[in-house]
């Protein structure tokens, strides 16, 4: 039966994961909350550690001068280009919490300001162009980017003008020590735990020879080391595992493929974006697709998206692990009034807690001064009375009372990084009909701050 493993896990400070190809079954409380599912769905724990949070080396932002004015909220989000299936579910999570803030009484008794822009991908300057003109009409938090290469690209100019980058897909290690003057947060957890779900549903699956193809650029090559490293610590030696990386943007990737066929491995793992279409389409060619071997994405490739880009059936069986929240049917409902056309919810719930998250801090710091919602924006997540709407949070913003937001994604807890200290990984798997199956489970993981 096709089914989504519940994994649970700790991340704590600095080991690995071990002993991962144990199963077992859902418990009957984990089944309530998700939603359940039809026959026994495979359960898996693990406790695993890592290290991933620069502590109080971390840069912190300094407050500016107070601002009154109303708070403008940017996208920089993929309208086009190669993560462009990943704008929808976004672009609707922006939108829609803009609205819960406004209804609730805005920011500062004004309303909030949404200015959208497309971030494009690494093969066009879309996302330079598209800051420039929001950070020259005063927008003081701009929500993304989705591709953790074109946020590097941006990352400087953003902070240097004192505005707040908030992304809700990044999940590069690289940012989690960058040196962002503490302007720079994501919603996403970072890859090093991604890789630690990845390598153990490969383990769990039995493979034994391993091999990664990977785009190359910054997520690309950091999940695929970091898979890799799990995947040794897990017990596969390093002469069983290849690591092709391959560039994104080429014509064809038969020389790729070739190489993975003549490494004959029992499970593939393939990193990418939409380029994973024709990567897949050509594996299912020489025989070493889902039909024929184990094959594992990714939350770049994990959506509907890619299953309408390929032949019938080809993706059957194609398991992956994705950042994702169980964020319940009455939001998706309230996302697809947003936008009726979504068919994915990947990081809607992401982007939706980025706006609600920034304007609580606005809220705390009495200002719209982008230095000054950043400042806030880490204590707004832990260590305060619970809340898990703006409304709710709203009048306690306004009291002076510390307050605790867990949004629609769950519990946050931001470390001082500025990223989450708690993540929820789904396992997904294609169906017969290269549709994914209904989520029901989540992985959770905790790391120390």
């Known amino acids: ?17 071990m002993a ?12 309530a909350t998700t939603g359940g599912a039809t026959g026994a769905s495979a359960s898996s724990s693990t406790e695993a550690t890592t290290n991933t949070d620069c502590g109080e ?11 009154t004015a109303p708070l403008k909220i940017g996208t920089l989000l993929p309208a086009t280009g190669s993560l462009a299936f990943l704008g929808p579910p976004e672009f609707a999570g922006v939108k829609l919490a803009v609205q819960d803030v406004n209804t609730a009484g805005g920011v500062l008794d004004q309303p909030v300001q949404q200015i959208d822009g497309d971030s494009g991908d690494t093969t066009t300057d879309t996302a330079n162009a598209t800051v420039d003109r929001e950070l020259a009409a005063g927008t003081q938090v701009i929500v993304g980017a989705a591709s953790s290469s074109v946020s590097l690209k941006v990352i400087d100019k953003i902070s240097n003008a004192g505005a707040v980058m908030f ?11 960058y040196a962002d003057k503490g302007q720079y947060f994501r919603t996403a957890p970072a890859d090093t735990l991604q890789a630690q779900a990845l390598a153990q549903v490969m383990a769990e699956g039995g493979v034994q020879r391993v091999a990664i193809l990977a785009m190359n650029d910054p997520y690309g ?17 390093a002469d069983q595992i290849k690591t092709i990386i391959y560039d994104p943007n080429a014509q064809s990737f038969n ?49 509907n998206a890619l299953g309408e880009s390929v032949g019938p059936g080809i993706l059957e069986g194609m398991k992956g692990t994705t950042p994702l929240t169980n964020v319940g049917p009455q939001f998706e409902a309230r996302l697809k009034s947003a936008d009726p056309a979504l068919i994915d919810f990947n990081y809607a719930g992401e982007s939706y807690d980025a706006v609600v998250i ?22 707004v997540t832990e260590g305060g009375t619970k809340c898990k709407t703006y409304q709710e949070c709203l009048p306690l913003a ?52």
Do not use: W
Request: proline share 4%.
């Open 1 to 17: 039966m096709s089914h989504r493993y519940l994994l649970r896990g700790t991340i704590a400070a600095a080991v690995s994961v």
């Open 20 to 31: 991962i190809a144990g199963c077992s079954s859902d418990d009957s409380d984990d089944t």
């Open 57 to 67: 080396n971390a840069d912190k932002a300094t407050p500016g001068p107070v601002s």
């Open 167 to 177: 992304s809700p897909a990044n999940t590069s290690d690289e940012f989690t020590c």
């Open 221 to 237: 090559t950091g999940l695929a080391k970091n898979t890799v490293s799990d995947l040794e610590a897990a017990g596969i030696p």
């Open 255 to 303: 020389a790729e493929v070739d190489q993975v066929k003549n490494f004959n491995p029992d499970g593939i793992a393939v990193i990418g974006f939409e380029e994973s279409a024709k990567i897949i389409t050509r594996m299912n060619e020489v025989k070493i697709g889902p039909k024929d071997k184990l094959v594992f994405g990714v939350d770049g490739n994990m959506g």
């Open 358 to 379: 920034s304007a609580l801090a606005a809220e705390v710091a009495k200002s719209t001064n982008g230095r000054s919602i950043a400042a806030n924006i880490n204590a």
């Open 398 to 449: 306004k009291a002076g009372t510390d307050l605790d937001y867990d949004g629609v994604t769950g519990e946050l807890a931001f470390v001082t990084a500025g990223e989450p200290s708690v993540g929820s990984y789904g396992v997904l798997e294609f169906d017969g009909s290269n549709k994914l199956i209904t989520p029901v489970a989540d992985y959770k993981v905790v790391k120390g701050n």
